[in-house]
């Protein structure tokens, strides 16, 4: 099924792109206004703060940014406290007048809707945050649960933020070098070790290391100072333009207007095992490397 845009949906779980798709599209939802109401469903996993404590804590406040680190969304509060945001692998933020088909893939049409895209809500809408403004709500659904909501105090360090390397988006080519040159590990590993490099994940991975034709099994200490800098320019371009496209169809991401990402045309390796290189036409293998699958050219990538 593909979504209102078109271009087909590949499996996967939201990178980077997805999420700094989804911030610049809820930001404006979000900012500048005061939260009047949460609702949640029942406590569980998903709720890194229990639900009672984050209404207590949320309820009044007005959002005064939002930011991103790796996959991370952080949302400044006004007393100084922040509110954590992960989608997990199926995890949307989307604005309650979202339309999307794929809304409605794993949960039921509203029987009574007069607008038959228009999302009602449903059990897998764990979070729901009303505004004094009485505009659009901003709900966080996520159908498998591995999203996360965590609310920190001000001035709390929180464990999951701290544990995170440099944003792969920001990072400069000298810390970049320092991080991947020193670690025998093959490359494919390090760029998904999120404690090295933050928001890359196997989609962006694998892309980009047949952008810099480099083997996902060569190890970090092989690179050359160029190939690692090659690497990096590779990572942040295909970062950049997918973030320009709305991010990659993954099977279950939807941006908050309910759109779909148009990058899984672009994408070269990805899912493409078996099918011929688009550069010299050998079959594109898939290998496993460290319990990922990982797509790669034999020829191109050394
Ligand atoms: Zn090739």
Redesign the pocket.
Known sequence: MTGLGGGATVPGVPELPEVEVTRRRVAPLLVDREIATVETTKPSGFFLTPPATLRRRLVGRRVTELGRHGKYLIGGLDDGSRLLLHLGMTGQLVSASARSPRLFRVSDRHPMATDPWRFAGDRHTHLRLGFRDLGEEVWFRDPRRFGRVEWLAPGAVSPRLAKLGLDALVVDPAAFCAVIQRRRAPLKALLLDQSLLAGVGNIYADEALFRARLHPLRSGTQLSHPAALALLASIQGILLEAIDRGGTSISDFVAPDGTDGGFSANLRVYQRAGMP??????V?MRIVVRGRSTHF?????R
């Open positions: 290189c688009l550069i010299c036409g050998t594109l050219c034999p020829r191109c990538q």
